[in-house]
């Protein structure tokens, strides 16, 4: 990965290269982890409208990354995300509305989310993530729960 190149193109406003590099901050790909570039540069991908962005920056405000946690705004970036059909966002919010990451557990929003996360599975390689909404909406119709698609 050429990080000069994604600089230069980052700071000329290029979505792509702002989430890639604000990514590569938040994890330390290629460079030290820097929660503020991250956070400078996904809130730019993200004002406009990019859903990866706002996936990663939704997990910055999520896991208090260099900011105070803000469960709220999280959400409110992963369920934008999610709705563009961010699979990373779906199964976020899967984990958050089953409540096995924030106490806000509401199961049937859990029960949407894995399975819009689900539906993707053709287009997803086989990770854990397609494992964990496949136990989940499997569990969720033993149970008897009505789920769609």
């Given amino acids: 990965m050429n990080i000069d190149k994604l600089r230069n193109e980052a700071a000329n406003g ?10 590569c901050h938040l994890d330390g790909y ?3 982890v820097n929660y503020q570039e991250a956070f400078r540069l996904l809130s730019a991908a993200s004002a406009r409208g990019v859903p990866r962005a706002m ?20 959400i409110r970036l992963y369920e ?3 709705k ?25 929003e859990s029960l949407v989310w894995y399975s819009r ?20 909406v499997e569990a969720a119709r033993s149970a008897g729960h009505h789920v769609e698609g």
């Fill in 84 to 108: 563009a059909g961010e699979f990373d966002a779906q199964i976020a919010l899967g984990r958050i509305y089953s409540g096995k990451v924030e106490a806000l557990a509401n199961l049937d």
């Fill in 80 to 82: 934008r995300a999610a």
């Fill in 55 to 74: 996936t990663n920056l939704a997990r910055i405000y999520s896991e208090g990354l260099g900011v105070a946690k803000d469960p709220s705004e999280a």
């Fill in 30 to 32: 290629e460079v030290e």
């Fill in 117 to 136: 996360a689900l539906a993707q599975a053709d287009n997803v390689a086989e990770c854990q993530e397609i494992q964990e909404a496949r136990a989940y």
């Fill in 14 to 23: 290029q979505v792509a290269a702002q989430t890639i590099l604000g990514i």
